[in-house]
């Protein structure tokens, strides 16, 4: 059985940052990518960055040199850290892992969610 488990959202003043956590746990036996997902009130669940095993990264054109993803292959930990956030950021933040259970064919999975709020 596989679990992520997120922490680190919250409310904050445009212009602030935040740093988001992932932990991947269970039997798995390999990780292929991570990354980060948002949806706002109203809209679909949309890409926010991935990064691959390798550090390969990927970033949504509007959160490009504002957030910062990165990982901990050791710890099977994936991290986003969020700097001159904006009000249209504020969404619930999931966490994307596709990833190879122990035994199992690989899939995605998907974290509880986290709600970062960004207003003063």
């Known amino acids: 059985q596989v679990q992520l488990v997120e922490s680190g959202g919250g409310l904050v003043q445009p212009g602030g940052s935040l740093r988001l956590s992932c932990a991947a746990s269970g039997r798995i036996l390999s990780i292929n990518t991570m990354g980060w997902y948002r949806q706002a009130p109203g809209k679909q669940r949309d890409l926010v960055a991935t990064i691959t095993r390798g550090g390969s990264t990927n970033y949504e054109d509007s959160v490009r040199g504002r957030f910062t993803i990165s990982s901990d292959n050791a710890k099977n930990t994936v991290y986003l850290q969020m700097n001159s956030l904006k009000p249209e950021d504020t969404a619930i933040y999931y966490c994307?892992?596709?990833?190879?259970?122990?035994?199992?064919?690989?899939?995605?999975?998907w974290g509880q969610g986290t709600q970062v709020t960004v207003s003063s």
């Open positions: 994307n892992v596709n990833l190879c259970p122990l035994g199992w064919r690989c899939r995605d999975y």
